[in-house]
């Protein structure tokens, strides 16, 4: 199980309506991709975010699938289109099967 | 997870084991398995696609990759010498302001970064960057 | 102690590889860095007095770094050893110890303590010797907090909090002071520094004074500057401490390194950090 799995993202306070916006995400996590052998020899089991989703107001932004060769702390980046004011959902989902979710309002003029 | 040297050196020799194709690791895709899951053997074209990578990464831990493909549905991205050859795959939605895909990957030496996006109407496209990975000095 | 001369024996092997590189032609200066859009950092300046002579210009190992690179200490939402900074102001915030207290409790915010990274390790009256950041921390969480169980030295909830500290300290002009009741563990770290050690018979000024720019494999030696540290190494996927660092390049030159919070690396520090003087605080930067 992971430990100190913080997510953090960044996405601008306002912007106008229709307008492309740059989403950024990172969180921290080992991203242990299950290649790696313990100082004991043996094969250090796979333990990565699997997944990780981003919604405005309920509208898919972006749905990204993940493998063990995305790094340390996954960071990704993207652009969302804002129509209203509205709030993203962001979801990372662990092998563990634990899921860690963050939000950030953005005000539509 | 900071790694001992020893620890380092072992990741190693499990990224060259995974080259000679021992079994254990016999599950993970290679480049063509990976692209015939996504394309279905498709044709693909190479216009309209973008892939921004360094020609040079100062370490294959953590590099920076940009894929922009205008209009497409998803967009793949692999490292074709990695033990497992695709990396991630971004699909898009309709809240989607651009089919802009960046993120940090992990190439084990120097090797070719693959994207391909998948468009609406079913065809694909692909670009291909070469990186070479810098073998450091010192470890620390 | 005597130095050696630089080219004997199997450093001499090590040095004709060393020569091979690129040279400082291929160190791009002249690049600027400003951390958010507001944090102006000093990536070249004058050496400080004591190394006239030895340095036209010292550099930031941001200089030896490539674009990419370059580019993920600019922004702190790029900084992936941001991540450790918000584990540490958690900590700073979190009572430990049976005095029941916090960092907060004394320091009140970490922004107090901004003056802190520029200026250490530096002399401490009470306990008559040089401590680090680390130390310090140590002392408060022994002395004055009560915890049974204080940070490792080189645990990651210390890098955290030194990270945390030098993070508030980032623009800062480096200032230790080498003179005064320093100067013993001043000398000490120079004589370090010029030392070599191990089978390849390599010192610290080899590498860092002699041959900053030159390619070691397929990377280019910086200055060995610490005012980066703890730095995001992209090769550990975290943060690393100075000694840390001192310690992995003893034992590159296949010599016995010593611990972690040693009197030798806190010499070792000293020295290395008052070579940097006037240069900026930039922890957590990023490296390769």
Not at chain 1, 72 to 84: I, K, L, R
């Amino acid at each position: 199980m992971a430990e100190n799995v913080t997510p953090r993202v960044r996405v601008p306070r306002d912007a106008t309506a229709g307008e492309s916006v740059s989403v950024r995400t990172l969180i921290s996590h080992p991203m242990e991709s299950g290649q790696r052998r313990g100082s004991d020899g043996n094969v250090i089991p796979r333990s990565i975010i699997n997944r990780f989703t981003c919604e405005f107001n309920g509208a898919l932004v972006v749905d990204v699938e993940i493998h063990p060769g995305v790094s340390t702390n996954p960071y990704f980046q993207f652009d969302a289109v804002v129509n209203e004011t509205g709030t993203f959902q962001f979801t990372w989902y662990d092998d563990d099967g634990s899921v860690y979710t963050d939000t950030a309002d953005i005000t539509v003029a | 997870m900071t790694q001992t040297r020893r620890q380092f050196v072992g990741s190693g020799l499990a990224v060259l084991a995974a080259f000679a194709g021992l079994p254990h690791l016999a599950n993970a895709a290679t480049l063509d398995e990976a692209i015939q899951a996504f394309t279905a053997g498709a044709d693909m074209g190479s216009d309209g696609i973008t892939l921004i990578a360094p020609e040079i990464a100062e370490n294959g831990n953590t590099v920076p990759i940009e894929v922009t493909a205008p209009g497409a549905a998803a967009i793949m991205i692999l490292a074709a010498g990695n033990p497992q050859a695709d990396v991630c795959t971004f699909n898009y939605g309709p809240a989607a302001g651009s089919q802009l895909a960046s993120t940090r990957i992990r190439l084990a030496g120097e090797q070719e970064v693959v994207a391909i996006a998948r468009m609406p109407d079913g065809s694909f496209k692909q670009a291909r960057q070469n990186v070479r990975v810098t073998i450091g000095g010192c470890g620390g | 102690m005597t130095r050696k001369a630089l080219l004997g024996g199997t450093s001499a092997a090590i040095l004709a590889v060393l020569a091979a590189g690129v040279g400082l032609a291929d160190i791009r200066t002249g690049g600027e860095l400003v951390i958010n859009g507001e944090i102006a950092i000093v990536t070249e300046t004058e050496p400080p007095e004591h190394l006239a002579g030895v340095f036209d210009t010292i550099y930031s190992g941001w200089v030896f770094r490539t674009d990419e690179t370059r580019a993920m200490q600019a922004d702190d939402f790029d900084n992936p050893g941001m991540l450790y900074v918000e584990q540490g102001i958690e900590a700073f915030n979190t009572a430990m110890g049976t005095e029941g207290n916090s960092c907060a409790s004394c320091h009140e915010n970490p922004e107090s303590l901004a003056g802190v990274r520029a200026t250490y390790p530096q002399w401490d009256e009470e306990h008559g010797e040089v401590q680090t950041v680390e130390m310090q921390i140590l002392e408060c969480q022994t002395e004055r907090m009560g915890v049974a169980e204080p940070y490792g030295y080189d645990s990651q909830e210390m890098r955290n909090m030194v990270a945390l500290i030098a993070s508030v300290g980032r623009g800062q002009t480096v200032n230790v002071a080498m003179d005064g009741p320093a100067s013993e563990a001043w000398e000490l770290g120079r004589e370090i520094y010029y030392t070599q050690y191990g089978q390849m018979e390599l010192s610290c000024a080899q590498c860092h004074e002699n041959n900053y720019g030159n390619l070691i494999r397929a990377d280019h030696l910086s200055q060995g500057q610490v005012n980066g540290f703890p730095t995001y190494r992209l090769k550990n996927a975290n943060i690393v401490s100075i000694h840390n660092r001192f310690r992995g390049c003893i034992r590159d030159t296949r010599g016995e390194p010593y611990a972690v919070g040693s009197p030798e690396f806190v010499a070792l520090e000293l020295y290395v950090a008052s070579r940097g003087n006037g240069l900026t605080v930039e922890g957590p930067a990023v490296r390769n």
